[in-house]
Structure formats: structure tokens, C-alpha cells
């Protein structure tokens, strides 16, 4: 099975955690935590739903890829793999979207 662009990409992105933050945006996000990663990923998942709301295609496919990178950057932050959200897709895979949230109790 070939490997999975998200895949690839996550390994890029945890590569860069070691890189210099002087000329890496990924290490950059990274070195500052945490927050700063979720911060910046909720800023994308905005713009993202602001070009949704307008209709633009090819923006909300821009923001799409951004909030996805970002997405893989808080994964990394957290010390969380692909595979764990993978796995955790999968448990839930043939269950109600319904069931499944009820599942969790009260948010």
C-alpha cells in the first residue's frame, strides 16, 4: 500500500521540529507550543469557513490545505501520529454519527 499524502506530509512535518526556526515556518509553529499551533489552526479553520460561506471554490480548497497542514502541526505538537487518529476513525467507522457523539456524553 503506498503511503498517504497526509502521511508524507506529517513526516515532513515532524522532520522540521528539529530544523531552524529562522527559516522554517513548521519549526517555528512548533518550538512555540502547543497554543500558538492551536491558535493558528483555528484561525485557519475560520478563514476557511468565511470562504465557504462566500462560495468560493478555489478558496475554500486554499484554506482546506491550510487547515489541514495546520491540523497535522497540532497533531505533531501533541505527540500525536496519523495512525492514532487513523485508529480512532476507524473505531467509529459504521456507527451513527448520532450514536457515536451520544457515546461521549455531554460536551
Given amino acids: 500500500m503506498s503511503e498517504h499524502l497526509i502521511d508524507r506530509l506529517f513526516a515532513t512535518i515532524a522532520a522540521r521540529r528539529t530544523a531552524d526556526p ?3 515556518y513548521t519549526a517555528k509553529l512548533l518550538q512555540e507550543g502547543v497554543p500558538r499551533c492551536a491558535r ?3 484561525e485557519e479553520a475560520v478563514e476557511l469557513a468565511i470562504a465557504a460561506v462566500t462560495g468560493d471554490k478555489q478558496a475554500v480548497a486554499a484554506e482546506s490545505a491550510d487547515v489541514l497542514y495546520h491540523l497535522l502541526v497540532v497533531w505533531a505538537a501533541c505527540g500525536l501520529t496519523p495512525a ?3 485508529a ?3 473505531a467509529r467507522e459504521g456507527r451513527s454519527g448520532l450514536e457515536e457523539k451520544a457515546s461521549r456524553g455531554k460536551s
Fill in 22 to 24: 529562522s527559516i522554517s
Fill in 40 to 42: 493558528k489552526f483555528g
Fill in 84 to 86: 492514532e487518529v487513523y
Fill in 88 to 90: 480512532t476513525l476507524a
